[in-house]
């Protein structure tokens, strides 16, 4: 069945550095867009970074711009965020996301448990 496992969160003080990974399973991972979202306490959940299927495009949203770098490895099927200069705004669920489209408009999804990002002095 399709898993997506996320790893590598915690807690790091303002300034410091997490990398996440996301293992992915059950499904042609290079075939497939990854994203990371997030989700901190009482909001919405945001985009974050996307990387292309082919690996050859990623996007950031405006405040992860400089400081997150998004990856994939679809040799090991795997997809990475490196997050550097951590603010406490960054503290939130973490989510891998798996995105495909397909004709006529409709999308397949997939989605991670999350992993905690903490960032507190």
């Known amino acids: 069945q399709v898993q997506l496992v996320e790893s590598g969160g915690g807690s790091v003080q303002p300034g410091g550095s997490l990398r996440l990974s996301c293992a992915a399973s059950g499904f042609t991972f290079s075939s497939y867009g990854m994203s990371w979202y997030r989700q901190g306490s009482g909001k919405e959940r945001e985009l974050v970074a996307t990387v292309t299927s082919a690996d050859i495009g990623t996007t950031y949203a405006a405040s992860m711009l400089g400081r997150f770098t998004i990856s994939r490895d679809n040799a090991k099927n795997r997809v990475y965020l490196q997050m550097n200069s951590l603010k406490p705004e960054d503290t939130a669920v973490y989510f891998c996301?798996?995105?495909?489209?397909?004709?006529?408009?409709?999308?397949?999804?997939?989605w991670g448990q999350g992993t905690q990002v903490t960032v507190s002095s």
């Open positions: 996301n798996a995105h495909l489209r397909l004709p006529f408009g409709q999308e397949i999804n997939y």
